[in-house]
Structure formats: structure tokens, C-alpha cells
């Protein structure tokens, strides 16, 4: 069975960039029945907050993707935050400097900064020497003596390595020229990123690892390391990088980007989703709207591209907007009135938004937006254009409005399910010279304040017969 995992580190909200990665893996365990699994990459003590895995938490499950193994869910393979594995890695650092696959080095930071400005200032490629290697016994004992702590370093004895790529193919390592014996184990007794991960994925049974491409240089080191532990290494695909807006590289502490920032402007998930699923990968053909099931049945990790992407918000709004209007008109009303409750905390109560809301489904690109489009019930709204109140043939329809809408109200006809746009135009129509766009506009800015918005005939019945009243007598009594 194909086993994947997601392992974010808790030091930041996630961004586009990373909830990629973790929409490419799930897409991959579903669409071949395998397993997701969520990993908290915890080990920096100074910088992993609660609050933040915690967030990525929510913003997973949002989002749609749900672990099948990990914190708060379980599994046979936890725990899933690597602060609750340190004992494990001990072990494992243990059984490898015990075999000779590591050693403790004694060689200081300092020395490895210079080892690293020495290469620069001569060309050279920039790796440890490994001369912690060859320290005799009196050389180490001098340097405890100095209270240097150690490190513990991997030994690397072969000069290349190749892989194949579940994205790029066939890849070569040079490691002569690029890796040097690695760090396993700081000096603070913490295991590194390069130990945890590779212990990690080899006792959980990850077959296939999924990540970015800035994670390709890792990727020998963890192949090599994973051998030496006893186990098969999983097979590696590497995504090319998603670019921010101006090109420069997607950062966690980028809040426009952050899915936090997307959740409160208004994305739906699965719009989301889609589009972010499309950054790299294609389906085939022209299609560029996707529902859920499609993108799980569809995926094809062989088929993302070795190219960059960039992030478009443009082209994000427009597939949320086209996503918007595939919803049914109840299940726009219930998405729209949640994200208001929840973010935009507009005053109007359920009743009025179920009535209200169907007529901005078709141009809105962000739930966002909503909160400025119900300014039109705003009673201290501004006129876009006052010039278009002040002709006599716009009062003329505003007197004669006001006659049948007090007609209206009379026969009945003004009540929440029956008070019709079409009634109350028709009721003008033979009472007025203004015909076409001079009726329609002037009574459009004198009930809305703008020029354009909704068809007037779907948020006619949202106004109700006494708003029509005071906003006709408005646009009366100012001109």
C-alpha cells in the first residue's frame, strides 16, 4: 500500500506553497487507495509554537484533507510529533556511531565557517572536509578539554549516487563535490532534520515522499542514511517551487499567501484547492474547473511539470468565482451566510440573507466582496451618480413609485414572498415618459445608490416595501 506523509514544521501559518505539497500527496494516496499521514516536525525548540500547529490543523482540514494517521487521529506507527521521538533517534544515533557509519566531531562552528569562507574565496566547492574524521585520540581529548561539544557527523564513502524521480526522472549526484559528512546529531544532543526525517519515514512505512524541489540536495543524504539504518529508502518526487506574485520565493511569514489570509477573504476549499492543484499539473485538454472528485480521480504525480509556477491571484479569484456559481442557490446561502457570521459579522439577520444573497451569486469572485455589495442596504449609502436623480423624469418616476407601491402595499402585494420588482415596474411603465435604460437607471441609483450591481428584479424582495418607501422619498426630498 502507498503511504505518504505531510510533515510540517509548527513555526508559521501555512502558505500556498506548502499546502500544495500536502494537496499533491493526498491527492496521490487517494488516487491509488493508499494512506496520508501527518507528521509535526517539531525538533525547533525555539521556534515551534502550539498556536501554529494548531492552525495548520484546522487550515488541513479546511481545506479538505483529512490524515488518515497523525496527531489526534493515531495509528500504529506514532507517535506523529518528533519532540515525542527523541528516544527512538538516540538509538538509532547509537547503533550507527556503534557500527562506524558516525562518529562524534570535535571540529567547532567556528572552524566550519572558515572551512566555508576558504572554499568561496577559492572557488572551490563549498563541503566539510571531514577532518573531524582523522583526530587522534590526544586531538579530542585536548578539545574536551576546552569544553567543545560534539556533533555527530554521517560518514559518506562513495562518490555518487542516481535516483529516479517520480518528477524529474533520472537524476545524478555528484558527492564528492557536494556533500561532506553530514550532521546527524547537534551538539546540544538534538538530532537534525536529515536523522528525524529519515527514521521517521522508515518506521512509518512511507513509500513514496513528495516535496519541493529546494528539498532535492537532501535527497542523497537521506537515501544513503536510510541504507545504512537497514532500510529500503521510499521514492522521492520533487515539485518545482511556486513563485510569489513577483516572482520571489513563496515564505510561510508571507501573510497575503498564508491559507489563514485565503479562508478570510473569502475561498471556497475546493476552489481553492483546484486552482492550487493546477500549479504544476495539468488534466489534460482545456479544462481548468474541477470539482473534489475530479481532482482525486484525475491526479497524476508524473504529469506536474518540472517548470516554476506562479501564483496568479487573478486567475485564482476567477476560479473561485466560476466555483461560486456551480453552487446550488441553498448551498450558496448557507456558505455565504457562515463566512458573514464569521468574518464580516454584517447586521442582518438569516431570514433576510437567505432572501438577499441569491442575487450577488452571480458577481461576486470572493465571499469578501459580499460585505461591500450589501452596502446597498446601508441606509447611509452615497448616490455613484446624483445627476441622474435631478431630471424632472426621474422625479416623475419616484412620485408615481411611491403611488403604486402604496397600491401595492394596500392590495396586499408588499408582503415578504409577494413583493415583486416586476409588479412594482409595471405599475410605472404607463404612468411615465421615461422608457428603457432612462426608467430603469434613475430607479436603480435612487433603491441601490450605484449603476451596476445585481438585477434589481432578485434583490427587490431583500428591500422589503418600507425601504423602497424611504429610499424613493430620499432621492425625492435631496433634489
Known sequence: ???????????????????????????????????FILRIEDTDQERSRLEFEEALKEDLLWMGLRWDEGPDVGGEHGPYRQSERSGIYSEYIDRLIKEKKAYYCYVTEEETTEMKRLALEERRS???????????????????????????????DQPELSLNDLVRGDVSFNLDDMVGDFIIQRADGQPTFHLAVCVDDALMGVTHVIRGEDHLSNTPKHILLTRAMGHEP????????????????????????????????????????????????????????????????????????????????????????????????????????????????????EVFLKTALPAFKENIERLEQLEDRFGIFSDDFKYENSDALKSAESREIFEVGLAVLKTMVETGQAGAEEFCYEAFVNGIKPKVRAKGKKLFLPLRIALTGREHGPELKKIFPAFGAERVRLRLERALGKY
Open 1 to 35: 500500500m502507498i503511504r505518504v506523509r505531510f510533515a510540517p514544521s509548527p513555526t508559521g501559518y501555512l502558505h500556498l506553497g506548502n499546502i500544495r505539497t500536502a494537496l499533491f500527496n493526498y491527492l496521490f494516496a487517494k488516487r491509488t487507495g493508499g494512506k
Open 126 to 156: 563549498v563541503r566539510h572536509d571531514n577532518r573531524g574524521r582523522n583526530f587522534t585520540r590526544a586531538e579530542i581529548e585536548s578539545r574536551k578539554v576546552r569544553g567543545i561539544k560534539p556533533t555527530v557527523r554521517f560518514k559518506i
Open 234 to 349: 521510499p521514492k522521492y518526487g520533487h515539485l518545482s517551487l511556486v513563485q510569489g506574485p513577483g516572482g520571489e520565493p513563496l515564505s510561510k511569514r508571507m501573510e497575503s499567501i498564508s491559507i489563514k489570509e485565503f479562508r478570510r477573504r473569502g475561498y471556497l476549499p475546493h476552489a481553492l484547492a483546484n486552482y492550487i492543484a493546477l500549479l504544476g499539473w495539468s488534466p489534460g485538454g482545456d479544462r481548468e474547473i474541477l470539482n473534489w472528485e475530479e481532482l482525486q480521480h484525475l491526479f497524476d504525480i508524473t504529469k506536474t511539470s518540472r517548470s516554476a509556477s506562479s501564483f496568479d491571484p487573478q486567475k485564482l479569484d476567477w476560479a473561485n468565482g466560476e466555483h461560486l456559481r456551480l453552487l446550488s442557490e441553498d448551498a450558496f446561502c448557507r456558505v455565504a451566510a457562515a463566512y458573514l457570521k464569521a468574518y464580516k459579522h454584517v447586521p442582518f439577520d
